[in-house]
Structures are given as C-alpha cells and as structure tokens.
C-alpha cells in the first residue's frame, strides 16, 4: 500500500489484531453452500439444451452423411436435320 492510503491511527491496530480460527464446521458449510448454489441441476430442467444438442446432431447427419446415388438427368440426344441433298 501506499503511504497516503495508510491511515497512521489504524496502523497499529491492524498490526496487534489476528484472524480468528474457523469453526470445526466451516467446511462442511461451504461445501454445503457451493454445493446449493452450483449443483447440476435434474435433465428435466435442461431439455432445452439437450433438444438443441439433438436436433443439431440431426441437422449434421441430415447434411454430412452421403445419401445413395443422386438423380443425374439424361442428356438429350442430338438430332442432325439434313435437309434434302445434305450429307453429313
């Protein structure tokens, strides 16, 4: 810290003060929070993402996977017109 953020009343104060020890408990309360706060949450209430996710796995077969054989249409035949007294 800087010295004109310091307060010179406060300094020897927090000098002389030390933490106190946590409870016997302590941990086991975290964990309990974080685990309320962060838990996964059931696979009924994230249907959203797994309808997404499937029906982009669909999309991607749909699109990636070759299909049989594709329709190429038949080229026309070529007719020559030979007038009277033309050969070819």
């Keep these: 810290m800087n010295e004109e953020n310091q307060d010179p009343e406060l300094t020897p104060v927090t000098a002389a003060w030390s933490a106190p020890s946590p409870n016997k408990d302590f941990h086991a309360r975290m964990q309990k929070a974080y685990d309320r706060e962060f838990r996964?949450?059931?696979?009924?209430?994230?249907?959203?993402?797994?309808?997404?996710?499937?029906?982009?796995?669909?999309?991607?077969?749909?699109?990636?996977?070759?299909?049989?054989?594709?329709?190429?249409?038949?080229?026309?035949?070529?007719?020559?017109?030979?007038?009277q007294g033309e050969h070819p």
Excluded: D, M, T
């Design 40 to 83: 996964r949450s059931p696979w009924w209430r994230r249907w959203p993402v797994v309808a997404a996710a499937a029906a982009a796995g669909l999309l991607v077969a749909i699109v990636v996977v070759p299909r049989g054989p594709r329709y190429e249409p038949v080229q026309q035949p070529r007719f020559i017109i030979i007038s």
